[in-house]
């Protein structure tokens, strides 16, 4: 199981950033993906989810700016982010629910972070 995530970067308040996670074989017939983030001296945290049916999770604070979706045929999960705030400043990073569902149970596969950086 291999997951690469892509697509962090530097951008202003206000501004938008997607990011791309690619999964190997067949993980997203039966796996939710998760993007989760930590922020320098704060826990990691899940931040949206989409299950292997297409149903989707939020954190609160992401709930309306941040948008997750899946391509099985790319086999790539995407986590596009809207009207960006410093807050939102963290290692991201995706990983898999060992259910098809956002079970919330912790996950059993990680990929590499990627770093969000909103500053002016």
């Known amino acids: 199981v291999q997951l690469q995530a892509s697509g962090g970067g530097l951008v202003q308040p206000g501004g938008s950033l997607g990011l791309s996670c690619a999964v190997s074989?067949?993980?997203?017939?039966?796996?939710a993906i998760w993007w989760f983030r930590q922020a320098p001296g704060k826990e990691r945290e899940g931040v949206a989810?989409?299950?292997?049916?297409?149903?989707?999770w939020y954190l609160d604070p992401a709930e309306g700016r941040f948008v997750i979706a899946r391509d099985a045929v790319k086999k790539t999960v995407y986590l596009q982010m809207f009207r960006l705030k410093p807050e939102d400043t963290a290692i991201y990073y995706c990983?898999?629910?060992?259910?098809?569902?956002?079970?919330?149970?912790?996950?059993?596969?990680w990929g590499q972070g990627t770093q969000v950086t909103v500053s002016s």
């Open positions: 990983a898999t629910d060992p259910t098809a569902y956002c079970s919330g149970s912790p996950p059993d596969n």
């Open positions: 074989g067949s993980i997203l017939d039966y796996h």
């Open positions: 989810c989409i299950s292997s049916s297409d149903g989707t």
